[in-house]
T-cell receptor, first 116, second 108 residues
Framework: EAGVTQFPSHSVIEKGQTVTLRCDPI?????LYWYRRVMGKEIKFLLH????????ESGMPNNRFLAERTGGTYSTLKVQPAELEDSGVYFC??????????????FGPGTRLLVL | GIQVEQSPPDLILQEGANSTLRCNFS?????LQWFHQNPWGQLINLFY?????KQNGRLSATTVATERYSLLYISSSQTTDSGVYFC??????????WGLGTSLGVNP
């Protein structure tokens, strides 16, 4: 069974450009999460999808970030326009959605984003 | 919200040594995971351990939920164990709250 996959693995862009990150969850996982780790800081939650619906987007830093999950399969996270402080590693995770959240979230390998 | 504290923040070991990493949380949690971020930045699931003890090879973890802590044991450390170890918990809203991590370096 394939794990969570993310594309691209690395992206280097200039300030003001747009970048779109993609995440493919484990097949059958309704729950999909985005997190990010800015250099030297803790990993922070961005948002949570249940199927195609945004369940919690309280961690999205501002309106330059847009996440979608059309059809409830893969998800994209677009940053437009990118700023220097957006640099970091963006992780996607998925889970089955067991009651009470008593379950493992499985993580993808991450996308390293560098904004110059 | 619940705070997650990890200790030590940094650790250097000689290959073959054992170590214990600690994760304290400020309230009861019913979902706790340990992760290893390797030098390439990838996050690897180590344990899902809301309570009790689990072992996987040279690694084991123990969570004492009533006392609000979890421990990760690394025995006979190897250079490939280097990286950052995170603990994280999820509340009923499922989003993981993370500690700042323990940065581990294992020297040959």
């Amino acid at each position: 069974e394939a794990g969570v996959t993310q594309f691209p693995s690395h992206s280097v862009i200039e300030k003001g450009q747009t970048v779109t990150l993609r995440c493919d969850p484990i097949s059958g996982h309704d729950n999909l999460y985005w997190y990010r780790r800015v250099m030297g800081k803790e990993i922070k939650f961005l948002l949570h999808f249940v199927k195609e619906s945004k369940q919690d987007e309280s961690g999205m830093p501002n309106n330059r970030f847009l996440a979608e999950r059309t059809g409830g399969t893969y998800s994209t996270l677009k940053v437009q326009p990118a700023e220097l402080e957006d640099s970091g590693v963006y992780f996607c995770a998925s889970s089955q959605g067991l009651a009470g959240g008593l379950e493992t979230q499985y993580f993808g390998p991450g996308t390293r984003l560098l904004v110059l | 919200g619940i705070q997650v504290e990890q200790s030590p923040p940094d650790l250097i070991l000689q290959e073959g040594a054992n170590s214990t990493l600690r994760c304290n949380f400020s309230d009861s949690v019913n979902n706790l995971q340990w992760f290893h971020q390797n030098p390439w930045g990838q996050l690897i699931n180590l344990f899902y351990i809301p309570s009790g003890t689990k072992q996987n090879g040279r690694l084991s973890a123990t969570t004492v939920a009533t006392e609000r802590y979890s421990l990760l044991y690394i025995s006979s450390s190897q250079t490939t164990d280097s990286g950052v170890y995170f603990c994280a918990y999820a509340g009923n809203n499922r989003k993981l709250i993370w500690g700042l991590g323990t940065s581990l370096g294992v020297n040959p």
